[in-house]
């Protein structure tokens, strides 16, 4: 087949006497974009950094070979296989704040890839990066030349991270979750520019990620990864419609969280009302450091959260929606509006009289390993709150009696207590973070993007333990998210966020279904098409 | 950022007088006015009345902190007329008095001054490219045989006290192979036969403890993900090197370094008292043999100065290097 | 005898049992437990730790003062003392202190490093180098001592490692207790490395260790192994002595740094706001001083407040150790800054970190979440950092001395023995022993820190873990 470009042959990688690679094959043709999914250490980046050669030294290739035009590259010296990156084979990455040099301006960056393989230098080199930048959509480029990267928005960092790869038209890019760091509306755009470059140039694409809905939108084969081997590969139209292998078919049902319509409860009464809640932050400047303006991460929101419902706050990074959830728990202070929880407004409390209500509202958190103190057994990182808000004495068997019952009530072992958070996995810990602020028995419970770090298989697991929760304990939920595609498994109502003041709200149905305000259609028809469908289809 | 020096400038003030209260309260406890009034006066027979009339002659009649004379001018007066008031004011406009032998403590740190840089700066200079040169070296061959020897060489090299380095290098270069003058100094280019080997003395001393935290830094940028990007570019391992890990490197450096620059000026207590030079270094040392308060006070201020402009200095530098820093 | 409690002793013992109590605490969390173990996996740590041990243990032995009784006139009731104050160190060295020489000799001499001018027996006056009056006295003139030398040597090496044998078969058995093993597999196991711990590393410098000290103890008792100084004093004794002097700065000024820097950082990081203000203020103030001004101009201070009050001393060794208690403090003054400002920086970010906020949603009092939540994850920073402090202040000792402003010169020190080295180098021919024998102890001690910190600091520090 003389249209392919790459082949991957029984590649197979370890580190130590662990496989990390097994045996992957895969070849990619001439304008194609093959698609590379599967959950986390799977091995799907390895895969990509095996083939730029760019694999940390303790990782060994144990066999295969890859080729590109049939030439092998893993035989070729490291001065020949510099010529081939970023000449032949370009790549782009997952986090473009870490990614590009922050004391080098973009340009430069730009520049040094087009110096470096075509020897371009002076007026040539210029225009052609500022025309490079035009391509991939950044405005402005004369000045943007000279911004440094942190000056530039993620949406635009990645575009130049493009740029660069693009540089020396190469055959083949290698994307490696180049658009997971980005919100929705970003992310839909950077998809089309690629898929517009591919028609442009001809370009072929390794696309890897772990989104289905983006490998919908752009990929024409896709090979499912699962512990280092390729477990499925077929086209497009075949991997959605006829999934063969189980774990495909269980990563597809995941990634669309199983909708079963949530009771619509009776009209509940309120638990937390939030009435032009502010939340502004000082800008000082001057001399004399005197405030001269103000931030307004939260700028007038009002809210209501009912008994046993779950709220779900939707918006963009910088939203203010993670503000509202710290001020709601008193640990962000407010600069006006009120919080009557429970016919009590929280706001003039002091921390004194707050203390008794505190266990009323709880929270989980994004980031299940920053979220569990390292230093602490499990056991006493639950036992923290029941000690600190328990209404009654207890003797320390009781403690550990009602720990147990909690960890197996998030579905873990009760022994389990003994541990370190270190020895458990995203998911589990997770779970953990649940059993802690389910153990002194809330009403509330703020969850600020508590499945945004995990797997889509993991995710739709605490889902099902949230949904769980809430019809056993009566809990509600102010769910905080950016993540449109769950939001029909568990919300009743849907707030939308942007820049500090709440657009939209109302029942799921109204919000997502007709939507009124610009920004909620935008967000809604920026996702992928496949989430978009899942979300029309829901009948409630 | 005029605005900002200023604002730096006035918030030195506090920490400046925070100093002469140290120093002042230091002083007094072993130096009171009268054993300053005796050693000046010299002469053997000195009356109470030669004293208070040197005391009142030189303003040390005024009490330490609180003047109860000057009540009825008010707080603030009898706060300020004060021998602290006083002493601080004069250290302020540089003016630092008479040594206990009588000499003028400027004037003096006005000539000692150039010894101490003409040791201090090429070390410095020398020092900072070797160490950088260096660690730039071995993180190129990481992991390699020469890494672990330089790093276990490095160790050793700073588990060795600097007195050795001085004594040895003396007895080697001077009094065995008769390289370069055991000690001296004479300014100007004839001069740089004795410049040479306490130069080369400091450089090599500092070598370990330098090059491993430089090399700990570069090896922290190595890591980072722009430095991925940069080899997926098809850059060579030194262009990676020097265009990218360097200067991102350097930021951490630069806290490091800058601020000692002024302190240069203060010259090095050891090297200058073991190579005879005639430096601020040796100057302190002298002081400090001969329980000179005046010069030791002196010192301690010029060196508090010198601490706070290379502090500025750094938050400057940080501006000039780093584009994500602003002064505000 | 009349036992004397120094200042700095009372320190020293005070923090070995503190550190005994702190340790049997950290040792009751497995986790931490964890982290020792794999800090000790490493065989470099083992002997590192071994010597540092031994260094500790001399200037422990040299920590205990008494005063002995001086005998009793016949009419007088009363008992006077020595006025020289004697720790068990200088027991086992008497020998060494009783049979002084007249000055320098070289190690292992018979003779006196420098010519005297005598009077022989025909009345004629000549220069010679006289026979040092305490050395091998049981040869002849003319007998060489070489033969002597060699058969002490192999004496010691025997006696040094029977008894190293001894200690090492008890520890083995003491670690085989309960288990089915027979001693002889046992010994197999560790032979080959297969323990989890390297004991067979251990057990190596243990013996090395052992066999030197046996070595230097057994000749220096017919000889001066390393020479002897300006007047005649034994320069191993001078040098074991200074043990006590370096492990002492180096231990106990860390530890006296530690609260002001954890307390004062914490509280600067955790409170913020005005309270970090003042803070940094201190710490700022305190730092651009010249840290060798401000120990100079309080020790000098200190000097002539003890110059004042002879009365407050009843002998020279009280005087001097005054002294070594305040250097002590005033070092840790001007030292606490740096890992403060660490610590400082640590916990603020720690306090944004997200357990911090659960701990806040339950409403944990802010003393509470430092104890639990902040604290221990900060103490690989402090303990890295005392390690390296540790290795620093050591040599910082030498260089204070020679400014003059270290500790008393009348007190035994590597700084003060290089200080005297700086002349003795400068005759001809040199003076090197006092010099070589400073410098290897004081390297073994210093490398020894050093290797050891850089393996706590690839155990312990959070980014190595991957």
Redesign the interface.
């Known amino acids: 087949m003389t249209d392919t470009i790459l082949e991957v042959k029984d590649l197979s990688l370890r580190v130590g006497d662990e496989t990390l690679l097994d045996n992957v094959s895969f070849t990619i043709k001439k304008g194609e974009v093959f698609s590379l999914v599967g959950e986390s250490g799977s091995g799907k980046s390895l895969t990509s950094l095996a083939i730029?050669r760019?694999l940390p030294?303790v990782i060994k290739v144990s066999s295969g070979d890859v080729t590109l035009y049939g030439k092998s590259l893993f035989s070729i010296t490291?001065?020949s296989m510099?010529?081939?990156?970023?000449?032949s084979i370009?790549?782009i990455?997952q986090?473009p704040l870490?990614?590009?040099?922050?004391?080098?301006t973009v340009g430069k960056q730009v520049a040094?890839?087009l110096q470096?393989?075509l020897k371009l230098e002076g007026k040539a080199q210029y225009t052609k990066v500022i025309e490079l930048m035009e391509e991939v959509g950044l405005k402005d480029s004369v000045q943007r030349y000279h911004w440094?990267p942190?000056q530039l928005s993620g949406g635009q960092k990645q575009r130049i991270?493009i740029a660069?790869a693009l540089a020396c038209e190469p055959e083949l890019l290698v994307a490696d979750e180049p658009t997971t760091a980005l919100d929705v509306t970003v992310q839909a755009r950077v998809l089309q520019l690629l898929n517009e470059l591919r028609q442009t140039r001809g370009l072929s694409i390794l696309f890897i990620t772990h989104d289905m809905g983006v490998v919908a939108e752009i990929a024409d084969r896709i090979a499912v990864m699962k512990e280092g081997k390729i477990i499925e590969q077929a086209n497009k139209e075949h991997f959605f419609t006829a999934p063969e292998h189980p774990y495909t078919k269980k990563l597809l049902a995941d990634a669309l969280p199983q909708h079963t319509p949530l009771d619509q409860t009776e009209m509940h009464q309120a638990l937390l009302e939030v009435n032009n809640l502010k939340v502004y932050y000082p800008i000082k400047?001057?001399?004399f450091k005197r405030t001269t303006g103000h931030v307004k991460a939260v700028d007038g929101v009002s809210l209501t959260i009912r008994k046993g419902e779950t709220l779900a706050l939707v918006g963009e990074s910088g939203s203010g929606k993670s503000t509202i959830g710290k001020a709601v728990l008193r640990l962000e202070d407010s600069q006006s509006g009120e919080m009557i929880f429970d016919g009590i407004n929280l706001l003039p409390l002091t921390e004194k009289q707050l203390k008794p209500l505190r266990r009323h509202i709880q929270v989980i958190f994004q980031d299940p390993y920053s979220a569990l103190n390292p230093r602490m057994t499990i056991g006493n990182i639950i036992r923290e709150g029941i000690i600190s808000l328990s209404t009654e004495k207890q003797t320390t068997a009781q403690q550990d009696k009602q720990i147990a019952e909690l960890l197996e009530k998030v579905e873990l072992k009760a022994e389990f207590a003994e541990r370190y958070p270190h020895e458990f996995s995203g998911g589990q810990r997770q779970r953990i973070g649940i059993a802690r602020a389910l153990a002194v028995k809330p009403k509330l419970i703020i969850c600020d993007e508590p499945t945004s770090a995990l797997d889509v298989s993991v995710r739709a697991k605490v889902l099902r333990l949230l949904r769980h929760l809430q019809k056993e304990e009566g809990l509600s939920y102010l769910f905080i998210t950016h993540d449109l595609s769950i939001i029909p498994t568990i919300a009743h109502q849907v707030a939308v966020m942007k820049e500090g003041k709440i657009v939209e709200q109302g029942s799921l149905n109204k919000v997502v279904l007709n939507p009124q305000h610009a920004y909620t259609q935008q967000l809604l028809n920026s996702a992928p098409k496949m989430t978009r469908d899942y979300i029309k289809s829901i009948q409630i | 950022m005029l605005?900002y020096i200023?604002?730096r400038v006035l918030y030195a003030i506090?920490?400046l007088i925070?100093?002469n209260l140290?120093?002042f309260l230091?002083?007094f406890?072993?130096n009171s006015p009268d054993d300053i009034a005796r050693s000046q006066l010299g002469a053997k027979q000195i009356s109470p009345q030669q004293i208070t009339a040197w005391k009142v002659k030189r303003g040390y009649d005024k009490p330490l902190f609180y003047n109860a004379e000057t009540k009825e001018e008010g707080v603030l007066a009898s706060l300020t007329d004060t021998l602290f008031v006083k002493e601080s004011l004069a250290l302020f406009i540089f003016d630092f008095g008479f040594s206990d032998a009588g000499r003028n403590i400027a004037t003096d740190i006005k000539q000692r001054m150039w010894p101490s840089l003409q040791i201090a700066l090429p070390s410095f200079i020398i020092g900072l490219t070797t160490n950088i040169s260096l660690a730039l070296l071995i993180v190129l061959f990481r992991?390699s045989v020469l890494d672990t020897t330089t790093m276990i060489i490095a160790?050793?090299i700073?588990?060795?006290?600097?007195?050795?380095y001085i004594?040895a290098g003396?007895?080697l270069f001077s009094?065995l192979w008769h390289w370069f003058p055991i000690s001296g100094f004479e300014s100007g280019i004839g001069g740089i036969k004795f410049v040479i080997l306490p130069v080369l003395i400091g450089v090599f001393g500092g070598i370990g403890s330098g090059v491993r935290w430089y090399r700990s830094l570069f090896l922290e940028q190595i890591n980072?993900?722009?430095v991925?990007?940069?080899?997926?570019?098809?850059?060579?391992?030194l262009?990676v090197l020097f265009?990218?890990v360097l200067?991102?490197g350097m930021?951490p450096i630069l806290t490091g370094v800058v601020v000692v620059l002024p302190?240069l000026f203060?010259g090095s207590?050891?090297m200058e008292?073991?190579f005879g030079i005639p430096g601020l270094g040796s100057y302190?040392?002298d002081a400090?043999?001969a329980?000179d308060?005046s010069i030791?006070?002196s010192?301690?201020f010029l060196?508090?100065v010198l601490?706070?402009i290379g502090?500025l200095l750094t938050d400057i530098s940080y501006t000039l290097?780093?584009?994500?820093v602003k002064l505000? | 005898m009349k036992m004397s409690f120094l200042w700095t002793d009372m320190m020293i013992w005070l923090l070995v049992v503190a550190l005994i109590f702190w340790a049997r605490m950290i040792m009751r969390s497995p986790q931490t437990r964890q982290q020792w173990r794999r800090i000790y996996e490493s065989p470099l740590a083992m002997a590192c730790s071994l010597i540092l041990l031994t260094y500790l243990s001399v200037a422990l032995l040299d920590s205990i003062h008494f005063r002995l009784a001086l005998p009793t006139q016949a009419d007088s009731k009363q008992v006077n003392y020595d006025i020289n104050m004697k720790s068990p160190l200088d027991l086992l060295f008497a020998h060494n202190i009783d049979h002084s020489e007249r000055t320098y000799s070289a190690p292992f001499a018979r003779n006196e490093f420098v010519s005297s001018i005598i009077v022989n027996e025909q009345g004629i006056t000549e220069k010679a180098y006289l026979p040092l009056k305490h050395v091998a006295t049981y040869l002849g003139i003319n007998e060489g001592s070489g033969l002597d030398i060699f058969i002490k040597s192999i004496i010691a090496i025997i006696m040094g490692l029977m008894i190293g044998l001894i200690f090492v078969t008890l520890h083995m058995l003491w670690l085989k207790r309960g288990t089915q093993d027979s001693f002889g597999h046992y010994l197999q196991t560790v032979k080959q490395g297969k323990t989890q711990l390297p004991w067979r590393w251990a057990y190596a410098t243990f013996l090395f260790i052992l066999v030197m000290s046996v070595w230097l103890y057994y000749l220096n008792l017919s000889y001066h192994v390393l020479g002897t100084d300006k007047v005649g004093g034994d320069v191993l004794y001078n040098t074991l002595k200074s043990i006590r002097t370096g492990v002492l700065i180096g231990v106990l000024t860390t530890v006296a740094t530690l609260p002001i820097s954890i307390i004062l950082g914490i509280s600067a990081g955790y409170i913020g706001g005005w309270v970090d203000d003042v803070i940094q203020?201190?710490y700022?103030?305190l730092?651009?001083?010249?840290s060798?001004?401000?120990i100079?101009?309080?020790i000098?201070?200190v000097q002539?407040?003890i110059d004042n009050n002879p009365q407050w001393f009843e002998t020279a060794t009280e005087r001097s150790d005054l002294r070594l208690f305040f250097l002590i403090i005033i070092l840790s003054i001007t030292s606490w800054t740096g890992l403060c400002r660490l610590l400082r920086a640590e916990t603020f970010k720690l306090s944004q970190v997200e357990f911090v906020t659960a701990a806040r949603a339950f409403g944990v009092g802010k003393f509470t979440i430092l104890r639990r939540h902040i604290l221990p994850n900060l103490m690989h920073i402090i303990l890295i950092s005392v390690v390296l402090d540790f290795?620093f202040l050591v040599?910082s000792e030498?260089?204070l001395s020679?400014?003059?402003?270290g500790v008393d010169p009348s007190m035994h020190s590597?700084g003060n023995m290089?200080n005297q080295?700086?002349l003795e180098?400068a005759r001809e021919p040199?003076v090197w022993w006092s010099?070589l024998s400073a410098?290897l102890f004081?390297?073994v001690l210093?490398?020894a820190a050093?290797?050891f910190s850089?393996r706590i600091q690839v155990v312990l520090d959070p980014r190595n873990e991957a």
Not at chain 1, 98 to 104: D, E, G, R
Not at chain 3, 287 to 290: A, G, Q, V
């Open positions: 730029m760019l030294d490291e001065t510099q010529r081939v990156r970023g000449k370009a790549m990455f986090e870490s990614a590009l040099n922050p004391v080098m040094e890839a470096t393989h440094y942190h991270m660069m400047t001057g001399f | 605005n200023i604002r506090p920490i925070g100093v140290l120093t230091l002083f406890m072993v992991g160790v050793m700073m588990s060795i006290s600097g007195l050795f004594i003396q007895v009094k980072q993900d722009y991925r990007t940069a080899r997926a570019k098809g850059l060579t391992e262009r265009g990218h200067p991102n930021l302190s203060m207590l050891i008292s073991f302190t040392i400090i043999n329980q308060f030791v006070k010192m301690v060196g508090a601490y706070i502090l290097f780093d584009p994500r505000s | 203020y201190i700022t103030t730092s651009s001083i010249p060798v001004l401000l100079a101009a309080s000098l201070v002539v407040t290795s040599l030498a260089v020679y400014v003059g402003v590597w290089i080295a700086r180098m040199m010099l410098f004081m390297f210093v490398l050093n290797l850089d």
